[in-house]
């Protein structure tokens, strides 16, 4: 993701829209936390440089879809990853 000066002058935010199970997004290969439920929204001003930004995002699942092969009275959501869309959104730094 390509930054500009202007754009720094922004809280810059990434939002991930729909995503099962969990999520670590990382910013410049700096950790911008983690999320285990909506809103999966990180925080990335203090991480964002003018120029070329590298976003990383570690999705983890459930152990879910392992128990469609085994009997089991477990039955979580198998539904699991990153859907999107995923969005960067800037906000007034007031």
């Known amino acids: 993701m390509n930054l500009d000066a202007?754009?720094?002058?922004?809280?810059?935010?990434?939002?991930?829209?729909?995503?099962v199970s969990s999520a670590e997004l990382f910013f410049n290969g700096r950790s911008a936390g983690i999320r285990l439920?909506?809103?999966?929204?990180?925080?990335?001003?203090?991480?964002a440089r003018q120029g070329e930004n590298k976003i990383e995002i570690l999705v983890c699942n459930t152990i879910a879809n392992n128990y469609?092969?085994?009997?089991?009275?477990y039955r979580g959501e198998i539904k699991s990853g990153l859907?999107?869309?995923?969005?960067?959104?800037?906000?007034?730094?007031q």
Do not use: E
């Open 83 to 93: 859907f999107g869309p995923v969005k960067i959104k800037m906000f007034s730094q």
């Open 6 to 19: 202007g754009d720094l002058k922004y809280r810059l935010k990434v939002d991930l829209g729909g995503l």
């Open 37 to 47: 439920s909506p809103p999966w929204v990180f925080d990335v001003t203090k991480f």
């Open 68 to 73: 469609t092969t085994v009997p089991t009275r």
